[in-house]
């Protein structure tokens, strides 16, 4: 099993047991499984990159002038996020 991990690291249980399967061993997924997360080696997902800003902008981008100031008391800075939300004609 450390061999088939180490040799396909983007394998997790299934592909393990598939492999030890192939070779000819008697292999039951739970007990592969089992014996994987005794020993860390199941396989660590990557996550999907997700875009979630547009940096070609061809509008203005102002700059934090919030970020540095040193606030004492509360009140002192209101923050406001502005959303746009798509109708079927037009944004709102």
Known sequence: MQRIALEFPSYGWR?????????GLTANHKRARRI?????????R??????????KRDRRVYPNLAGSMVLTDIDQVWVANTSYIRL???FV
């Not at 592909?15 to 070779?23: D, H, M, N, Q």
Request: aromatic share 4%; glycine share 4%.
């Open 36 to 44: 994987m997360r005794e020993h860390n080696l199941l396989c660590l």
């Open 88 to 90: 079927e004609t037009d």
């Open 46 to 55: 990557r996550k999907k990159f997700v875009v979630t800003s547009d940096s």
């Open 15 to 23: 592909g393990v047991t598939a492999e030890l399967r192939r070779s």
